[in-house]
């Protein structure tokens, strides 16, 4: 089984549309967050949690909620999904005390179209 | 300025090629570097951590110059499976520990 799941893989939705992402992980990390991936523009990172009672915004935050409802368990909401929404969103997860130091690990990633 | 820049490539280098990528980042206090590997459509995987040393790993080899800030990756006697998009990964303390990605390198290897 994998260790960090992501649901829905595929979905498309209309503008106006709200919409969850959620990603599940049983690595036992504090760490988690979520991206976006972009033709041309590379991982750019939305939200982020160090722990349950920690949320960060990240470079492109607008537009996009998060809920860490517990260690395991990181939301992703579009409140209003427009069209420039349309990308692959990725969780990950990382626990500085690892031994690999910090690596990150990937969900398989959801691709959200927005009509 | 973009925190992390490469050279989208594409590269396209015959089996058994030597093919260097590098990376530059724009924030000198960046702490910790990696090349992450994602094949079409899939998600990004670590590939390696890159040391101030250098580090070397079977046929592929990290260096990080500091003073240039620049990251670079070596992939020797190139194998099909090689194929795929190279993403360089910069974290920092002083950032909050985000993780910068650079867009990727695209290499196929042709046989």
């Known amino acids: 089984d994998a260790d960090v799941t992501q649901t829905p893989r595929n979905r498309i939705t209309k503008t106006g549309k709200r919409i969850m992402l959620e990603c599940s992980q049983t690595?036992?990390?504090?760490?988690m967050y979520w991206y976006r991936q972009d033709p041309g523009l590379g991982l750019r990172l939305i939200y982020y949690?160090?722990?349950?009672?920690?949320?960060n915004k990240g470079e492109i935050s607008d537009g996009y909620s998060v809920s860490r409802q517990a260690q395991a368990k990181f939301s992703l909401s579009l409140e209003s999904a427009i069209p420039n929404q349309t990308a692959l969103y990725f969780c990950a997860t990382s626990d500085p005390l690892d031994r690999t130091y910090n690596e990150q690990f990937f969900g398989p990633g959801t691709r959200l179209t927005v009509l | 300025r973009k925190e992390v820049e490469q050279d989208p490539g594409p590269f396209n280098v015959p089996e058994g090629a030597t093919v260097a990528f590098n990376c530059t980042y724009s924030?000198?206090?960046?702490?910790?570097f990696f090349w992450y590997r994602q094949d079409c459509r899939k998600e990004p995987k670590l590939l390696m951590s890159?040391?101030?040393s250098g580090n070397e790993d079977g046929r592929f080899t990290a260096q990080l110059n500091r003073a240039s800030q620049y990251i670079s990756l070596l992939i020797r006697d190139s194998k099909l499976s090689d194929s795929a998009t190279y993403l360089c990964v910069v974290n920092g303390a002083n950032t909050g520990n985000q993780f910068y990605f650079g867009t990727g390198t695209s290499l196929t290897v042709i046989p």
């Open positions: 924030n000198s206090a960046s702490q910790s």
């Open positions: 690595k036992g990390h504090d760490r």
């Open positions: 890159v040391y101030s």
């Open positions: 949690s160090f722990d349950v009672k920690d949320i």
